[in-house]
């Protein structure tokens, strides 16, 4: 079985004020209106200041996330935003939880991202799970042993319903791979944690592994986005800094297609 659709978008980070954010969706919105009708799911995951403007571009079925969201609906948390608030503007289709930078620089749990990923589901949200090994993890031979440890916790009480239907998604981002000092890896590297990442899926959620999709994200660009998406078990790509203005998102997403549609399709599961 093939999952049929292509996932692409983008994480702004801490990038683009409000009305940059409004201009960049609004131009990729016309760019890639004709896609529209294609079986692609295109996401844009703003800052949460930019929220409300991004809610109020015409985005021809671009779908909005958020890039962090507090497990709790209301509490004594300074700083953090809750599921209620993010429900309330009315725009945000997906939460993305547990991206290296907040795991990293922040200090996040795999309990604390479980905590999220439920509570996203039980708000309505689609759930964006971020796994990614370190470079010494990587180094000492353990990445998939991490990857295990962040999917199986990340997806704790889960049930087989909310997978079903489609509501959770997996991108599985090295953190040596992202940002400006990011190494790419090797497609074949990527290819065996997304297949070890499938099976985990197969095993712990029996016949329904296929409705999530495996996203990969860490300095994709032009040069190596066919490659990544012709791999057997990538079924989307989550891009940073070479999607952050809408002619090479529109741009990178098209080249990404045409592979995709060559491979069949995603899967298999
Ligand atoms: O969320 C996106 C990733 O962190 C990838 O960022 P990058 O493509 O700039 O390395």
């Known amino acids: ?45 703003p800052s949460f200041p ?11 079925g671009i779908r909005l996330g958020a890039q962090n969201m507090h497990w709790e609906n209301a509490g004594q948390y300074t700083g ?3 599921p209620l608030m993010l429900r309330d503007l009315g725009c945000i289709d997906l939460v993305e939880i547990g991206h290296s930078e907040r795991r990293q620089l922040f200090g996040e749990t795999s309990q604390q991202c479980n905590q999220k990923v439920l509570s ?28 295990a440890i962040q999917l199986k916790v990340g997806l704790a ?3 087989p319903a909310e997978i079903a239907a489609g509501r959770v998604w997996i991108a ?25 990442l499938r099976l985990l899926l197969r095993e712990l959620y029996p016949g329904q592994c296929c409705s999530v999709p495996l ?5 994709v660009n032009s040069e190596n986005a066919s490659a990544y998406i012709g791999l057997e078990d990538v079924d989307g790509l989550f891009v940073g800094r070479a999607a952050w203005n809408a002619p090479a998102f529109d741009a990178l997403l098209r080249q990404v297609y045409a592979v995709w549609k060559e491979k069949g399709g995603s899967g298999p599961c």
């Open 1 to 45: 079985m093939k999952l049929p659709r292509l996932f692409f978008g983008t994480n702004l980070k801490m990038y683009q004020t409000a009305s940059e954010t409004a201009a960049f969706l609004g131009e990729l919105a016309q760019l890639t209106a004709d896609l529209r009708e294609e079986p692609i799911i295109r996401f844009v995951i």
């Open 50 to 60: 930019s929220l409300p403007a991004a809610g109020a571009v015409e985005r021809n």
């Open 80 to 82: 953090e935003v809750s």
């Open 120 to 147: 996203a589901l039980a708000n309505g949200f689609t759930a964006l799970l971020c796994v990614g090994e370190t470079a010494a993890e990587k180094y000492y031979s353990i990445s998939d042993e991490t990857l």
């Open 157 to 159: 009480d889960v049930s």
């Open 172 to 196: 599985y981002e090295p953190v040596w791979a992202i940002g400006v000092n990011g190494k790419p890896a090797p497609p074949a590297y990527v290819q065996e944690r997304h297949q070890r």
């Open 215 to 219: 996203l990969y994200g860490g300095s």
